[in-house]
């Protein structure tokens, strides 16, 4: 049988040559399959076609993923970035080694180079969530509008992932969108109403719209699980005071005064409600003002001065209310 009476048998020459081409199509079909198994289920775990092609097609990784594990696990940070230097130069096509050079200079306080890193990765991998999210990071503080870019790619691609909508409430409110910033503080709240942070921003926003009620109610949610927290605890002392409900800053204002944080603005806000409670015949239990640390150990602010004045001229006041002889500071 000659070979030119199949067509079949036509492959690069191969019956002249005394090759099977049957056996040489069955190889091909069967490594055609295998690639395609492994590009499956490369993109069922990573959902990234494109990411998987550039990888599938790199030449083999130089790096050695364990020995990198090791210096990120033990926070050898600047032995990471000196084995992953040279290695980036080579293969700076390899979104792993973007990812681990990106993470490592990010945790040696080298923002430029960690930069340069994940953008380069968002070129592989446009929906990359950790370049996305430490990009935000970098640039949270001196570029925001740049930072809310991020943070809006991270709510499309995780819509119900709290944090993402707190910080892009944070940046929106700094860029004074106070409407926009409460949209997304609202979100945020619904998805994690225990989040200090999320209720310490969405806080600020009600107050500076006097929406006291909705702070409290919301304050008093978040204090029933844990009275001791001293940011709700600086909140409800400063909404009881800009409310003007000033025996209400008296309970958290001691649980401030006798923990490791007594910030001098919240001291002040429970000084003036203090006095003004002790004006009003309204407290009960006025060792809170005597309790207030002296300007020199709270800092030495005028707004101390004032409140400590205030709440003398208070105590004087009423001087029919026990326990209102206040000491002299040790001059």
Not at 133 to 138: G, N
Not at 217 to 226: G, K
Request: contains cysteine.
């Amino acid at each position: 049988m000659g070979c030119g009476r199949w067509d079949l048998w036509k492959i690069h020459g191969c019956a002249s040559k005394g090759v099977n081409p049957i056996l040489l199509l069955m190889t091909k079909f069967f490594f055609s399959i295998i690639t395609s198994l492994i590009v499956w289920r490369a993109v069922a775990q990573t959902g990234d076609t494109q990411g998987v092609a550039l990888q599938l097609t790199a030449k083999t990784s130089l790096y050695d993923r364990v020995a990198v594990l090791n210096y990120i696990q033990n926070q050898e940070y600047e032995e990471a970035i000196a084995y992953l230097g040279p290695i980036l130069q080579a293969d700076s096509g390899n979104s792993g080694l973007l990812g681990y050079a990106g993470y490592a200079y990010y945790m040696n306080e080298d923002y430029r180079s960690s930069g340069a890193c994940y953008r380069r990765l968002l070129g592989i991998d446009s929906n990359n969530i950790p370049a996305l999210h430490y990009l935000l990071l970098m640039d949270m503080s001196d570029h925001p509008a740049d930072a809310l870019g991020y943070a809006s790619r991270l709510v499309r691609l995780q819509y119900d992932r709290a944090s993402w909508w707190r910080m892009s409430g944070e940046l929106l409110a700094r860029m004074n969108q106070r409407d926009s910033a409460m949209i997304c503080y609202d979100q945020a709240y619904a998805l994690a109403p225990r989040d200090v942070r999320t209720i310490a921003g969405l806080a600020d926003l009600l107050m500076g719209s006097k929406a006291f009620d909705r702070v409290d109610t919301m304050l008093n949610a978040a204090m029933a699980l844990d009275s001791l927290n001293p940011t709700l605890n600086k909140l409800t002392v400063r909404s009881a005071y800009l409310s003007q409900h000033y025996a209400r800053a008296i309970d958290p204002g001691e649980r401030l005064v006798r923990s490791d944080e007594p910030a001098v603005q919240a001291l002040t806000w429970l000084a003036l409600s203090g006095g003004a409670c002790l004006l009003h015949g309204m407290v009960r239990n006025p060792v809170v003002i005597e309790s207030l640390p002296s300007p020199v150990s709270a800092g030495g602010t005028e707004d101390v001065l004032r409140s400590e004045a205030f709440a003398d001229e208070s105590l004087r006041a009423n001087p029919t209310v026990p326990g209102t002889s206040r000491p002299r500071r040790a001059a």
